[in-house]
């Protein structure tokens, strides 16, 4: 195989992202038809012993602890970043000048200066960039984009979107780097309402106009120290006893927005709603109908179509799994046999190796222009919490 069919990949990080990653990478060939066959060349970490078995493990061809010299190798053609958010801009800047394709972790970095020297960055560079907001994927998530740009539902009135999680609402999860703003930039805010933001902007195409109104909250002021604040996970490290350290960032946040079309938002993300897993969902009611999406139930669309007449009228559970009908389901399995999490970034992969061939994606990918765009409604809602006021989007930079 020549150099010109192959795309030699570096990542960065392997704990639960670095999973997915090389998972896709090891399936995208084997699922789709691609010009571009990656090599899953280099993975980074900080702990040599355990990265050495991870690589092995995963199949990569070497691991090295020195992620400048990892991004410098002539020999990588992609840089894939997986940590924690605070190191996404020294290690994207340092790709995009070497000349290296760059995809990134969500959100796009810790802080607002961050992603705008980022999104800067990608403007003058050569190489492509992209950030991982993978439920884009999910075909049923596809599937509503396409509905939406079909006109299926009409002028868009309301989007209400929730990001529920419950892993963090005991006292003894100790504090991980995603309890430190540090490393973190923000807590289930950046973490799940990245997400939800951009669910809603993609789906609808639309963008926000203002944010009426924020509540953002922490619950648990301190939590038990961990020796490693800088890996992910809430298992992660292991805990000095009877020492406790504060929490920096956000619990819970709740917002109001209004779009530029004139339609309403809603928006919720917790790590404190107890009983809840990965509860992930986005409902959107238009003039000529509805759409309604449940990450637990990823293979489902629920669809509401008003131009039916009224005694036939009713939500629609549509299985976004028939090949040549619905979103990536070409290259899967048959109707109603279900796809998983994992497939979302098989998919994402798929469409990266897509765009560098020069070909179109199934669904839009987000670079960091467009990242930068929900890294933009996250600093405005952090405003609106702390200032108690209506922040409208002309005032983020």
Request: glycine share 8%; charged share 20%.
């Amino acid at each position: 195989m020549s150099k010109a069919t192959t795309l030699n990949v570096c990542m960065i990080g392997y704990r639960f992202m670095g999973r997915a990653h090389s998972n896709a990478y090891m399936k995208v060939d084997k699922f789709f038809d691609v010009d571009l066959h990656p090599v899953m060349h280099t993975v980074v970490g900080r702990k040599a012993t355990d990265l050495q078995a991870f690589a092995q493990r995963w199949g990569w061809l070497k691991s090295t602890t020195d992620w400048a010299a990892a991004v410098a190798d002539p020999e990588i053609d992609l840089v894939d970043i997986g940590t924690p958010n605070n190191q996404h801009k020294d290690m994207a800047l340092a790709a995009l000048e070497s000349g290296k394709h760059v995809l990134c972790e969500k959100p796009l970095a810790a802080t607002i200066e961050d992603a705008r020297e980022m999104r800067d960055a990608a403007r003058k560079a050569k190489a492509n960039t992209f950030v991982s907001y993978s439920y884009r994927r999910v075909p049923a998530v596809a599937l509503a984009h396409q509905l939406v740009k079909e006109g299926k539902i009409g002028r868009v009135y309301h989007i209400r979107a929730h990001y529920l999680q419950g892993w963090a609402s005991s006292p003894s999860v100790p504090l991980v780097w995603r309890f430190d703003k540090k490393a973190a930039g923000s807590g289930s805010h950046g973490d799940l309402g990245a997400h939800i933001i951009d669910m809603a902007r993609f789906i609808t195409g639309d963008e926000f106009e203002s944010i009426n109104g924020a509540v953002s909250t922490t619950f648990i002021k301190e939590r038990t120290l961990t020796s490693n604040l800088s890996t992910a996970g809430i298992t992660a490290g292991e805990i000095t006893a009877g020492k406790k350290g504060k929490v920096t960032v956000d619990d819970a946040v709740l917002f109001l927005a209004t779009f530029k079309s004139g339609a309403v938002g809603t928006f919720e993300s917790t790590r404190f709603a107890t009983g809840n897993q990965n509860n992930h969902g986005i409902e959107i009611n238009g003039e000529k109908g509805s759409i309604r999406f449940a990450f637990e139930d990823l293979n489902y669309l629920n669809y509401f179509d008003a131009s039916q007449p009224k005694h036939v009228q009713g939500w629609t559970r549509i299985p976004a799994s028939m090949p040549g009908q619905h979103p990536y389901a070409f290259a899967w399995w048959p109707t109603a046999h279900p796809g998983g999490y994992e497939h979302t970034f098989i998919n994402q992969a798929y469409d990266i190796l897509q765009s560098l061939s020069g070909k179109k994606p199934v669904v839009p990918l987000a670079d960091f222009e467009e990242a930068y765009a929900t890294q933009r409604v996250l600093e405005a809602v952090m405003i609106s919490a702390k200032e108690r006021a209506t922040v409208k989007m002309s005032e983020v930079k």
